[in-house]
């Protein structure tokens, strides 16, 4: 069974940082890219971000470019999203996705950040 299971959501005041996991596991987490998507209050899905499988090619949304950072350690089945200087819009449920040719079709429950003062 293909699980992904993010972690590592919170409080953070605007200008923080915060690091999320995704755990991955039920697939070979090395033969598939993956994505970052979030959802902010009232909001539809945004994309984040996107890395290839063996990391070498990472990809942002232009707002979040020198931001987040994401990356993966296939040894570990993980994938990451480092994410600096936030802003209150970054208010959002982030959830990681495993990537097909066309679409996702694996998706995690979520993890909530919330940037606050």
């Known amino acids: 069974e293909v699980q992904l299971v993010e972690s590592g959501g919170g409080l953070v005041q605007p200008g923080g940082s915060l690091r999320l996991s995704c755990a991955a596991s039920?697939?070979?987490?090395?033969?598939?890219?993956m994505s970052w998507v979030r959802q902010a209050p009232g909001k539809g899905l945004e994309w984040v971000s996107a890395?290839?499988?063996?990391?070498?090619?990472?990809y942002y949304t232009e707002s979040m470019k020198g931001r987040f950072t994401i990356s993966r350690d296939n040894a570990k089945n993980t994938l990451y999203l480092q994410m600096n200087s936030l802003k209150s819009e970054d208010t959002a449920v982030y959830y990681c996705?495993?990537?097909?040719?066309?679409?996702?079709?694996?998706w995690g429950q979520g993890t909530q950040v919330t940037v606050s003062s």
């Open positions: 996705a495993r990537v097909t040719t066309t679409d996702y079709d694996y």
């Open positions: 039920g697939f070979s987490f090395a033969d598939y890219a």
């Open positions: 890395i290839s499988w063996n990391g070498d090619s990472t």
